[in-house]
């Protein structure tokens, strides 16, 4: 049997089937010893795979610290300290540097350090951060209860468009263009949502792989169903001018692109807080699947990276 038969979601469980360990299955993993409670996480970007040789190096750079600390924030706890592992070919030194530029200015933006890790030699250049930080309280992606809210931050889908600008190799990008190419490129973690969802979320993850996909994986482990309001997706106005001018779906971008590094969370809908950049997009409710009002359950799309 090939990987692609079962996806990433089966290759997990068989592996959670020979540790047989209750650890796996949430952004981070929560650990405690002597009362301190930690999250940890890992999280790779591979060239040609995550980015392309082309890409500016220090943007390289932030967006392997972010995605990390886009676990962490989802999983409530605060970044504290990173290990990053590089593998890489017999490339100019300055890149290298400039990566770590970029490295070191997202630790300085989410207040955390890098305190070592590991070089190899190999024919693509891969960035492997494993980062640690300390559990406010323990977020994960059990907990969602019928009656309460979905939430998510931010806006969805603009990542996935920035990606197909990029590919495009389209020049002389304009404002809207960039700015999408820029969300792509150099994702921001949310931590500004992190009193936020400690205070209030009952389940929280982050939405990497796609809004659909992970709304799924929530609620599979929550063991409920999800009702989803589509008209309720924040969406940029740049993500709406991109899908318009190249007869593009701007909703489907934002339900089934990947990378978008936001969070999603539920909560009672009586804590909202309308100051901050939180949007509800649906209810959980009893079952399970994710329905559109009036119409039977959605077909789960997103990423996976061993889909066929
Ligand atoms: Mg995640
Ligand atoms: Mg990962
Ligand atoms: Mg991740």
């Not at 989802?74 to 300290?81: R, T």
């Not at 492997?128 to 998510?152: C, H, I, Q, W, Y």
């Not at 740049?238 to 089934?256: H, P, V």
């Not at 909560?267 to 649906?282: K, P, R, T």
Request: with cysteine.
């Amino acid at each position: 049997m090939k990987i692609s038969e079962i996806g990433e979601d089966g290759l997990i469980n068989r592996i959670v089937n020979i540790l047989k360990t209750s650890y796996i299955g949430d952004d981070t993993a929560h650990v405690s010893t002597d009362g301190l409670n930690l999250s940890l996480t890992c999280d790779i970007l591979i060239e040609n795979r995550h980015f392309l040789r082309s890409y500016p190096p220090s943007f390289i750079g932030w967006k392997a610290i972010s995605v990390n600390v886009s676990d962490i924030v989802a999983s409530g706890a605060k970044p504290l300290w990173a290990l990053v592992s590089i593998a890489l070919p017999n490339i100019e030194v300055s890149y290298i540097e400039a990566l770590y530029e970029g490295i070191k200015s997202a630790c300085e933006f989410y207040g955390l350090e890098v305190v070592g890790g590991n070089l190899s030699s190999s024919e693509l250049i891969s960035i492997d951060v494993f980062m640690v930080g300390k559990t406010k309280r323990a977020l994960r992606r059990f907990g969602a209860s019928p009656g309460e809210g979905v939430f998510v931050s931010g806006t969805l889908g603009d990542s996935k468009a920035g990606l197909e600008i990029l590919l495009s190799n389209k020049k002389d990008l304009t404002d809207f263009e960039n700015y999408l190419v820029e969300r792509h490129l150099r994702p921001t973690a949310r931590i500004d949502m992190l009193e936020h969802i400690v205070k209030n979320a009952s389940a929280c993850m982050d939405i990497s792989d796609g809004l659909l996909r992970d709304l799924d994986r929530l609620a599979k482990r929550s063991k409920v169903g999800i009702e989803l309001y589509p008209e309720s997706i924040p969406l940029s106005k740049e993500l709406k001018t991109y899908a318009r001018l190249n007869s593009k779906d701007a909703l489907e971008l934002a339900m089934i692109g990947g990378e978008d590094y936001q969070l999603l969370w539920t909560q009672s809908e009586s804590s909202v807080n309308v100051f901050l950049d939180m949007h509800q997009i649906g209810r959980v409710i009893e079952g399970e699947g994710i329905y559109i009002k009036g119409s039977g359950p959605i077909e789960i799309k997103g990423f996976d990276h061993f889909a066929p």
